[in-house]
Structures are given as structure tokens and as C-alpha cells.
């Protein structure tokens, strides 16, 4: 009786363990290669570029346009956080950061403002994923 009972449990562990709970298709993110931060022009808020990987689809027909493979977005705002939030709008897509590759800070941005802060923000980005308010 007791390795019926350890059977069953086992079975219904394995059949309510098993499936894809995160249906986040991979069309859905635009994965980060790229990120300038600098002060705006206004000298009050922060302009951000972010540079995306855009995928190419199909196969390549000969004597086509070649596409470029990436995308620049440009967005800004009072703190680096903010910025980020509005490229959602623009874009359209979730931002994937665990792939960026560079940061680019730039002279401006780094005489004004605790260039710690703006490293400390994209280190926590590229560990979780996803920007945090804090």
C-alpha cells in the first residue's frame, strides 16, 4: 500500500510540474545589445539610447536590400528609470538586458550626476533582468 501511495504522488508531482508557465514567446522581447546614457540638452533630464538586435527572418534572397540588424531607440526622462519605462511605449516590445554588451556613459552625465548610481542600475538590470524603481 505505501508504494501505491508514493506512486501516485509521484505521478501527480509529475504531470503538475511539467508545461511552460512563462508563455513569453521570444518575438515578444527585444533583446538589449547597447546603451548610451547622457544629459539632455535641457540639462535637466537624462536621454537614453538603446540599440536592440532586430532578428532577421527567412532566408536571404540574392540581389535584395541588405536590412540593418539593429534598432536604436531614443527616450528620455528625470532618472534612468524613467527613461527606460517610456522605451516600452516607443519600442513595443519587453527589453531583454541580459544580452547588452556596452554601456556608454557619457562626459556630461558623468561631471553632473554619481556616475555610481547609473553603474549600479544597470548591474542590477543585467542580474535580474528587468529595471527596478529602487
Excluded at 504522488?9 to 510540474?17: A, M, N, P, W, Y
Aim: one cysteine or more; aromatic letters at 8%; charged letters at 20%.
Amino acid at each position: 500500500m505505501r508504494t501505491f501511495g508514493v506512486a501516485a504522488i509521484t505521478f501527480v508531482s509529475l504531470i503538475l510540474l511539467t508545461g511552460c508557465w512563462n508563455r513569453m514567446e521570444l518575438d515578444h522581447y527585444g533583446f538589449v545589445q547597447g546603451v548610451a546614457v547622457d544629459m539632455a540638452k535641457d540639462r535637466k533630464n537624462i536621454e537614453l539610447t538603446i540599440q536592440f538586435y532586430k532578428p532577421m527572418g527567412g532566408t536571404k534572397q540574392s540581389g535584395g536590400p541588405t536590412g540593418q540588424s539593429l534598432i536604436n531607440i531614443k527616450t528620455r526622462g528625470r532618472t534612468v528609470f524613467d527613461a527606460i519605462r517610456d522605451m516600452t511605449i516607443h519600442f513595443g516590445r519587453k527589453a531583454q538586458w541580459s544580452h547588452m554588451r556596452v554601456l556608454i556613459i557619457g562626459e556630461e552625465l558623468a561631471k553632473e550626476r554619481n556616475i555610481g548610481e547609473v553603474l549600479d542600475f544597470f548591474h542590477g538590470i543585467m542580474n535580474r533582468g528587468r529595471p527596478s524603481a529602487s
